[in-house]
Structure formats: structure tokens, C-alpha cells
């Protein structure tokens, strides 16, 4: 705090605009609780990373199945422990890749999906009943998921041995990212649907990963970030709590998803906040007594948003910062950006420079040796508490508007965001907030990077085979299953079950999603995002 009679510093605040004072004495709070212990702010093991590291998770996918098997394949060889999937738009929106709507993006941004095939190709010698996999999926989540599930079991691998994430976080997509298909409330209907197909059939799956991450990207600050993922939370829990779910039952498998930014103490403090908050949240509004249903675990991935297309191999030192700070944190998996991803997807070279990033910060620099390295700096104790205290008045006014879904269809968080991304690009502009090699210290002497190209004929191939899919299956069984699922989503049966009949038949995702579009309709936002 600042001697007496003294001003704070003008002009010094945190990324998110939070005032700093020039020095921080201890501000008389309580001392936590150690980590371990509710409302687990100072980590959620009492034991940190001492007993195992956080999950290295390097997001991959790109082309075809076959392009994208090989990432994985190189990755794990070169020690990452988990897998994550990056889809491609067509994937993500829910068509099939000779869709009219998919020309030009199919295999773009991620790996293009149709069938079981594909499927059966992307985990082509994974041993998915060893290797955890994290799939960046929303709108047609359950569909991917139940994909997953049946290559599997043509292996022989049980559902109930299958360990890994969807993101299934439909809400941040109204708010921040736009891949969405349903409106919100039939969307709402398939995620309490996967928490109860997912608690029968497998145990071991996280059914949600609630993502603050998009929203930061889209320009959010921390506390928006926390308020309206833990808002979000708050959505899910309670429709699925009004669906007839016990929250102990589902809650446990419920995790997390943040960004990392470039404030470093900043974000070592949020990760504390939210984790304290969705704590008091659980038990106190929900009453969880399981301790585990009221831990906030979380998958943190660096910021897309901070890097740059010049001067790129600078993005190596932001995330490098960006990883230091997720573990002081406290998180539970990583997934490290790679420096050229402003210009194209990670090369492979620039995959492995990002997967050797956390290697090195987890075996040399000593921030896994003890949990919350940051714990009693009055600094970060000042900032959790200031984003507790921010977060938490954010959180009352998306309840005073009616909760999450309301509040995303008038419109709040996205005019929220898109103040603090105005806010943020006029301190760029002017100068005021620094971004190296952009606005200032732009001479260089880099040579320009080689990036990957994912070429035209790649989409041309995925054609033929989804056409070749179709050709070669028996349409009356794929026909029925489609009608079925028609039938379901008119009534209030869980649509999962009826979903994977349609898909074991080897329907196209583009056609399951396309069953459901016919009854549920598609949104059309009143807000632009």
C-alpha cells in the first residue's frame, strides 16, 4: 500500500485496469486455508506437482485425419501426455465437408471429421484407453464425443476406460466465438443430456470444459473472464440440477478452461480468484458436500491474442511467461501456443519448441516444486482478492439480468466485452500499452519463418470420402436411426443414445446435426459477436 500522505503511481494499473499501488504491505486478511483445502485458492492438490506434473496438452489438427494422427504421433514421441483436437469450421458448425456451406474450409483451421471413419483414422494406434484427449468441441459436442467412443470400442477399448474432455461450453459461443447451431436453450438440452449419458456410460470423462478463454481472446478482462465463465458454470449446474441430476453426481466431472495473458501476476492471482469463487459458489448456492464437486480444475492454454505476426519469434518469450504463470497458478493441464500461430497453424518445429517450453519450466525452473510458489507475495494476495471482490459483483448482475443464458441473449456480455476490446486497442494505438515489435522496437534483423500449408487437394480428398461413405453403407438402417432421432428431439428423451445408433450406422455428422436443425431450428443472433 502507499506510505501515508503519498499518491499511487498515475498510469500504473494491471492488464486488466486494476489500479497498483507502488508497494503492497500485508492488507489484514485471513491467511488461506493450505492448498488442498476449501475454497482451494491456493490450489487444488494439497501437493501441487510434486507427486505428478500438470497434463502437457498440445492442441493439434489440421488437413485430414491421416496429417493429424501423424502430429499426435510425433507429439507423444516427443513427450506431451495428453492429446487435444483441433477441428476444422465445417467440423465445428456441423456439416459434412461436401456441404456447400464448407467450400474453402475443410481441413483449414483443424482436422475435418465426417464419420466413424475418420475417427477411426485420427486414433489409428492410439491407445485411447491410456492417452487422455481434450476435444475443442461445442455445438455438436456429444456427437464428436460419441465418435470418440465408438472407435474405441472397434478396438475393444470399454467406454468406461476412456479418459479425457469436450469442451461442450455452447453459452461462450452466443458470448464470444460464434460456432454455435441451436439456439441456447435446446443447446442447454444436449449438455445436461451428455452429463447423464456421461455419468452412466463414462465415468472418467470431464463432460464440460466451461471456457473463459474465448471471451479473454475476444477482448474480456480478468474479472469478465472469471464472472462469466463462472456465470456460465452457474447455467449448467442449474440446468442440470433442474433436469433431475443429483450435483454430486455430475459436478465432480466438471473443469475449467482460461486464458493466459501477459500480466503475469495478474494471472497468477485470477487463477486463485476462480478458484475460491466457484468454491463458495458450489457449496454455498448449490450445496455440494463432495469436495471434489467443489474444486474448480482447469485446462489453461497461452493467449492466441497476444501473439504477433511480427517480429514472431519474440512469441516464444510471451509464452514462455504465459506457461510460468499457469503453473504458478496452479493448473491442471497446459497447452502452450506455438510462436508462428499468427501466421498460419504451428509448424512442426514450432510445435515442439512450445511442448519443450513447459518441459523445461516443469523439470528446470523450480515453480513445481511447492504449490502456489506465489502464495503470501502481497501483491498476488492483494490482486486474488481484488478479483474475488470484482468477479463477484459481475456474477450479481448476470443473476439481477437472470442468469447467464438471459444475460448472453440481451446481449450484456458481449457489450461488456466489446468495451474492454475498444479499451485495449485504443491503449495500443496510443501508445500507452506496449507491445513489443508492433508499437514499439519494430526494427528487426528475424528472417521470415516457414509456415504450414494445408493444400487445395485436401478438400477435394475429404470429398470423395464422405461421398465414398455414403456410397458403400446401407442407408435404410442410417434412415431409421435419423427418424428416431428426429422423434427424440420432439420429446424429452435423452438424445445421446439415440445419436450413437445414428452414427454406429455410419450417418455423417452433418446429417445427426442436420436431424436436429430440423426440429430444433438455428440461431440467429440479435447481437452481432
Same mark, same amino acid.
Not at 74 to 77: D, G
Not at 437 to 440: L, T
Given at each position: 500500500?502507499?506510505?501515508p500522505?503519498?499518491e499511487?503511481?498515475?498510469?500504473?494499473?494491471?492488464?486488466?485496469?486494476?489500479?497498483?499501488?507502488?508497494?503492497?504491505?500485508?492488507?489484514?486478511?485471513?491467511?488461506?486455508?493450505?492448498?488442498?483445502?476449501?475454497?482451494?485458492?491456493?490450489?487444488?492438490?494439497?501437493?501441487?506437482?510434486?507427486?505428478?506434473?500438470?497434463?502437457?496438452r498440445q492442441?493439434?489438427?489440421?488437413?485430414?485425419a491421416?496429417?493429424?494422427?501423424?502430429?499426435?504421433q510425433?507429439?507423444?514421441?516427443a513427450?506431451?501426455?495428453?492429446?487435444?483436437?483441433a477441428?476444422?469450421l465445417?467440423?465445428?458448425?456441423?456439416?459434412?465437408?461436401?456441404?456447400?456451406?464448407?467450400?474453402?474450409?475443410?481441413?483449414?483451421?483443424?482436422?475435418?471429421?465426417?464419420?466413424?471413419?475418420?475417427?477411426?483414422?485420427?486414433?489409428?494406434g492410439?491407445?485411447?484407453d491410456?492417452?487422455?484427449?481434450?476435444?475443442?468441441?461445442?455445438?455438436?459436442?456429444?456427437?464428436l464425443?460419441?465418435?470418440?467412443?465408438?472407435?474405441?470400442?472397434?478396438?475393444?477399448?470399454?467406454?468406461?476406460?476412456?479418459?479425457?474432455?469436450?469442451?461442450?461450453?455452447i453459452l461462450?459461443? !452466443?458470448?464470444a *466465438?460464434?460456432t454455435?447451431?441451436?439456439?441456447?436453450?435446446?443447446?442447454?438440452?444436449?449438455?445436461?443430456?451428455?452429463?447423464?449419458y456421461?455419468a +452412466?456410460?463414462l465415468?472418467?470423462?470431464n463432460?464440460i470444459?466451461?471456457?473463459?478463454?474465448?471471451m479473454?481472446?475476444?477482448?474480456?478482462?480478468?474479472?469478465?473472464?472469471?464472472?462469466?465463465t463462472?456465470?456460465?458454470?452457474?447455467?449448467y449446474?442449474?440446468a442440470?440440477v433442474?433436469a433431475g441430476?443429483?450435483?454430486?453426481?455430475?459436478?465432480?466431472r466438471?473443469?475449467?478452461f482460461?486464458?493466459?495473458?501477459?500480466?503475469f501476476?495478474?494471472?497468477?492471482?485470477k487463477f486463485?480468484a476462480? *478458484?475460491?469463487?466457484?468454491?463458495?459458489?458450489m457449496r454455498?448456492?448449490f450445496?455440494a458436500?463432495?469436495?471434489?464437486?467443489?474444486?474448480?480444475r482447469?485446462h489453461?492454454?497461452?493467449?492466441?491474442?497476444?501473439?504477433?505476426?511480427?517480429?514472431?519469434?519474440?512469441n516464444?518469450?510471451?509464452?514462455?511467461?504465459?506457461?510460468l504463470?499457469?503453473?504458478?497458478g496452479?493448473?491442471?493441464?497446459?497447452?502452450?501456443?506455438?510462436?508462428d500461430e499468427?501466421?498460419?497453424l504451428?509448424?512442426q518445429?514450432?510445435?515442439?519448441i512450445?511442448?519443450?517450453?513447459q518441459q523445461?519450466?516443469? !523439470?528446470?525452473?523450480?515453480?513445481?516444486?511447492?504449490?502456489?510458489?506465489?502464495?503470501g507475495? !502481497?501483491?498476488?494476495e492483494?490482486?486474488?482478492?481484488?478479483?474475488?471482490?470484482?468477479s463477484?459483483s459481475?456474477?450479481?448482475?448476470v443473476?439481477?439480468?437472470?442468469g447467464?443464458?438471459?444475460?448472453?441473449?440481451?446481449?450484456?456480455?458481449?457489450?461488456e466485452?466489446?468495451?474492454?476490446? !475498444?479499451?485495449h486497442?485504443?491503449l495500443?494505438?496510443a501508445?500507452?500499452r506496449?507491445?513489443v515489435?508492433?508499437?514499439?522496437f519494430?526494427?528487426?534483423?528475424? +528472417?521470415?519463418?516457414e509456415?504450414?500449408?494445408?493444400g487445395?487437394?485436401?478438400?477435394?480428398?475429404?470429398?470423395r470420402?464422405?461421398?465414398?461413405?455414403?456410397?458403400e453403407?446401407e442407408?435404410?438402417?442410417? #434412415?431409421?436411426?435419423? #427418424?428416431?432421432?428426429?422423434?427424440?428431439a420432439?420429446?424429452?428423451?435423452?438424445?445421446l443414445?439415440?445419436m450413437?445408433?445414428?452414427?454406429?450406422?455410419?450417418?455423417?455428422?452433418?446429417e445427426v446435426?442436420g436431424?436436429?436443425?430440423?426440429?430444433?431450428?438455428?440461431?440467429?443472433?440479435?447481437?452481432?459477436?
Open positions: 500500500m502507499s506510505a500522505g503519498e499511487p503511481e498515475a498510469g500504473r494499473n494491471t492488464e486488466s485496469g486494476l489500479p497498483l499501488e507502488p508497494y503492497y504491505d500485508p492488507d489484514g486478511a485471513e491467511p488461506w486455508p493450505p492448498p488442498g483445502a476449501y475454497p482451494f485458492a491456493r490450489g487444488a492438490r494439497g501437493d501441487g506437482y510434486r507427486e505428478r506434473l500438470w497434463t502437457m492442441y493439434a489438427g489440421f488437413g485430414s491421416e496429417q493429424t494422427n501423424e502430429r499426435f510425433y507429439l507423444l514421441r513427450g506431451q501426455t495428453g492429446l487435444s483436437v477441428f476444422d465445417p467440423t465445428q458448425m456441423g456439416y459434412d465437408s461436401d456441404d456447400p456451406v464448407a467450400h474453402g474450409e475443410v481441413g483449414k483451421v483443424g482436422v475435418a471429421i465426417d464419420s466413424i471413419d475418420d475417427m477411426e483414422l485420427l486414433t489409428r492410439i491407445p485411447q491410456r492417452v487422455t484427449t481434450s476435444m475443442t468441441i461445442n455445438a455438436p459436442a456429444s456427437v464425443l460419441l465418435l470418440y467412443e465408438l472407435a474405441a470400442e472397434r478396438k475393444g477399448i470399454s467406454a468406461a476406460s476412456l479418459g479425457g474432455t469436450i469442451q461442450n461450453d461462450k459461443e !452466443y458470448a *466465438r460464434g454455435y447451431i441451436f439456439p441456447p436453450r435446446q443447446s442447454m438440452r444436449l449438455v445436461t443430456d451428455t452429463f447423464a456421461c +452412466e456410460r465415468p472418467r470423462w463432460t470444459s466451461i471456457s473463459g478463454y474465448h479473454r481472446e475476444a477482448g474480456a478482462t480478468a474479472p469478465q473472464e472469471v464472472a462469466f463462472i456465470s456460465n458454470g452457474i447455467a449446474v442449474q442440470a433442474d441430476l443429483a450435483v454430486d453426481d455430475f459436478a465432480p466438471l473443469s475449467f482460461f486464458n493466459v495473458s501477459n500480466d501476476f495478474e494471472e497468477v492471482a486463485r476462480a *478458484r475460491a469463487v466457484w468454491a463458495d459458489v454455498g448456492r450445496g458436500r463432495n469436495p471434489r464437486s467443489q474444486v474448480l482447469f489453461a492454454q497461452t493467449s492466441g491474442a497476444t501473439l504477433t505476426a511480427q517480429q514472431p519469434l519474440n516464444v518469450v510471451r509464452v514462455a511467461l504465459q506457461a504463470a499457469a503453473v504458478s496452479g493448473t491442471q493441464s497446459l497447452h502452450t501456443n506455438s510462436y499468427a501466421l498460419a504451428p509448424s518445429q514450432a510445435a515442439e512450445a511442448l519443450r517450453t523445461i519450466v516443469g !523439470y528446470e525452473s523450480g515453480a513445481a516444486n511447492v504449490a502456489d510458489p506465489m502464495g507475495s !502481497y501483491l498476488v492483494s490482486l486474488t482478492r481484488r478479483l474475488m471482490d470484482e463477484q459481475l456474477i450479481r448482475r443473476d439481477e439480468l437472470g447467464a443464458v438471459a444475460a448472453i441473449e440481451s446481449g450484456f456480455y458481449q457489450r466485452i466489446q468495451e474492454s476490446a !475498444y479499451r486497442q485504443q495500443v494505438e501508445g500507452d506496449v507491445i515489435g508492433v508499437n514499439r519494430t526494427e528487426t534483423s528475424q +528472417e521470415e519463418v509456415i504450414l500449408k494445408v487445395a487437394d485436401l478438400e477435394e480428398a475429404q470429398i470420402r464422405v461421398r465414398a461413405v455414403r456410397a453403407r442407408n435404410a438402417p442410417v #434412415d431409421r436411426a435419423l #427418424d428416431a432421432l428426429k422423434g427424440g420432439e420429446s424429452n428423451a435423452n438424445l443414445p439415440l450413437r445408433d445414428a452414427l454406429a450406422a455410419r450417418a455423417t455428422v452433418g446435426c436431424a436436429l436443425r430440423a426440429v430444433f431450428g438455428v440461431y440467429r443472433p440479435s447481437v452481432a459477436v
